[in-house]
């Protein structure tokens, strides 16, 4: 058996002794204590209203990228079967009765010639008209 070289020797002994051998640990425990799955990306600050000038209406004045104002939230017309149970306030077995019986009509959406989308999409225009013909008078 051949004789370790002292400087290596030497060498891990140190690496051995100093704190970056726990790094690793270290490094995992601090993992370990933050929220579970993947981190989510960092969203850019809003642009300022000073920052946007007439000319470039819209734009980062550094970048001249889109910078999107706030919009209120646009609400869809057609809605999911849990969307639709949702609005309604009941079950979404109790949608797919209603779609079944025909007190509610589903929007079919054409994919190509005597193909249609399968989800099953309802107009909140007919979600509030149900709505209407269920009040009392």
Known sequence: ????DSAASQHRMRRHDTAEADLPLAAASMRLRRKPGRPRKVLPAP????????????RHPRTKAVAYEAVDRLLPRLLDLKAAAAYLGVSAWTVRDLEASG?????????GPGRDLRKLLFDRRDLDLLVETWKSP
């Open 1 to 4: 058996m051949a004789p370790l």
């Open 47 to 58: 642009v300022a209203p000073d920052e946007i000038h007439n000319v470039d209406r819209g």
């Open 103 to 111: 007190t509610l009509r589903r929007v079919s959406i054409p994919l």
